[in-house]
């Protein structure tokens, strides 16, 4: 039973990463129709960044200001790439821009930051390296809190999306973008505001990361990319709500599967579990039928 706690802790906290990298990924979506696979490495290189700059000065505040910069930097810049594209409707052609972004941003951590090697991160930059005891198993505070950080950037951004007129204008376009032109949604005001909020929350999962992970490395980009967009499949491409029901439960099940089942059998239930529902529900495990 401690364990089935711990591990519970473990996945809910995974979960919430998982959920906030499809929330940045389908706020993209709602403005510019693309499935950002470069979203999951700008996340990482938002943590190279705050690495460099701690080991530059030690100033943790520093870094984590450096991390949101770097953040919104990135995808403020490349959200002008993406507008022309999705204004012509190129859909195979903005996967392999974003594709294109994730690379690049892989090889510059590779290539400018601890020489390609493991970024490990200072307790400072932990800020919460308490454990305590629930019997035989050790609970971090550091997940409880990445958990409740999770739990919290959600409900705010959801908040946004469905209550302020900007979020509406967001999902509007999301729904018919020649729709939403007519009715005077701003297009490139709307889209650079939502590349923004992306870029923040980009550098929010970077320090839930640091927190729960403690370290970094470019084939993180790759690895939580593949999870994020398979997950946005499995709840609908665009589906708020059910991408984030999906990924805490899925952090969950990948949990409890490295507790009780030997060798990798984590990542094959992760994708296989994934690869059946896709095959049943192909529009997403979320998505609603349409009315004839």
Same mark, same amino acid.
């Given at each position: 039973?401690?364990?089935?706690?711990?591990?519970?802790?473990?996945?809910?906290?995974?979960?919430?990463?998982?959920?906030?990298?499809?929330?940045?990924?389908?706020?993209?979506?709602?403005?510019?129709?693309? $499935?950002?696979?470069?979203?999951?490495?700008?996340?990482?290189?938002?943590?190279?960044?705050?690495?460099?700059?701690?080991?530059?000065?030690?100033?943790?505040?520093?870094?984590?200001?450096?991390?949101?910069?770097?953040?919104?930097?990135?995808?403020? +810049?490349?959200?002008?790439?993406?507008?022309?594209?999705?204004?012509?409707?190129? &859909?195979?052609?903005?996967?392999?821009?974003?594709?294109?972004?994730?690379?690049?941003?892989?090889?510059?951590?590779?290539?400018?930051?601890?020489?390609?090697?493991?970024?490990?991160?200072? &307790?400072?930059?932990?800020?919460?390296?308490?454990?305590?005891?629930?019997?035989?198993?050790? $609970?971090?505070?550091?997940?409880?809190?990445?958990?409740?950080?999770?739990?919290?950037?959600?409900?705010?951004?959801?908040?946004?999306?469905?209550?302020?007129?900007?979020?509406?204008?967001?999902?509007?376009?999301?729904?018919?973008?020649?729709?939403?032109?007519?009715?005077?949604?701003?297009?490139?005001?709307?889209?650079?505001?939502?590349?923004?909020?992306?870029?923040?929350?980009?550098?929010?999962?970077?320090?839930?990361?640091?927190?729960?992970?403690?370290?970094?490395?470019?084939?993180?980009? &790759?690895?939580?990319?593949?999870?994020? $967009?398979?997950?946005?499949?499995?709840?609908?491409?665009?589906?708020?709500?059910?991408?984030? +029901?999906?990924?805490? +439960?899925?952090?969950?099940?990948?949990?409890?599967?490295?507790?009780?089942?030997?060798?990798?059998?984590?990542?094959?239930?992760?994708?296989?579990?994934?690869?059946?529902?896709?095959?049943?529900?192909?529009?997403?495990?979320?998505?609603?039928?349409?009315?004839?």
């Amino acid at each position: 039973m401690e364990l089935f706690l711990a591990q519970l802790v473990s996945g809910l906290s995974t979960g919430g990463i998982y959920a906030l990298l499809v929330l940045g990924m389908n706020l993209i979506t709602l403005v510019r129709n693309v $499935v950002h696979h470069g979203f999951s490495h700008t996340c990482i290189f938002t943590m190279a960044v705050g690495w460099l700059v701690y080991n530059k000065t030690e100033m943790p505040w520093l870094a984590f200001l450096a991390m949101f910069a770097a953040g919104v930097l990135v995808t403020i +810049l490349s959200e002008p790439l993406f507008r022309p594209l999705s204004k012509r409707g190129a &859909d195979l052609e903005t996967i392999v821009l974003a594709m294109g972004i994730g690379i690049i941003l892989s090889e510059l951590i590779v290539n400018f930051f601890n020489s390609g090697q493991v970024l490990t991160f200072s &307790d400072n930059m932990k800020i919460f390296t308490a454990k305590f005891q629930v019997g035989a198993i050790t $609970v971090s505070v550091a997940s409880i809190v990445a958990l409740v950080a999770c739990v919290v950037i959600a409900i705010l951004i959801s908040t946004y999306l469905f209550k302020s007129s900007e979020g509406r204008a967001m999902r509007a376009m999301a729904q018919n973008l020649r729709v939403a032109k007519m009715l005077g949604v701003p297009f490139g005001k709307t889209g650079v505001l939502g590349f923004l909020i992306a870029g923040l929350l980009a550098a929010c999962i970077g320090v839930v990361c640091i927190m729960c992970l403690g370290y970094c490395n470019a084939e993180m980009g &790759d690895s939580f990319a593949t999870k994020a $967009v398979i997950l946005m499949l499995f709840a609908g491409q665009g589906d708020i709500k059910g991408g984030i +029901l999906s990924s805490i +439960l899925m952090g969950v099940v990948e949990a409890m599967a490295l507790a009780y089942l030997p060798g990798r059998w984590a990542e094959a239930i992760f994708y296989g579990f994934m690869m059946i529902i896709i095959i049943i529900k192909p529009n997403g495990l979320f998505a609603r039928k349409a009315k004839n």
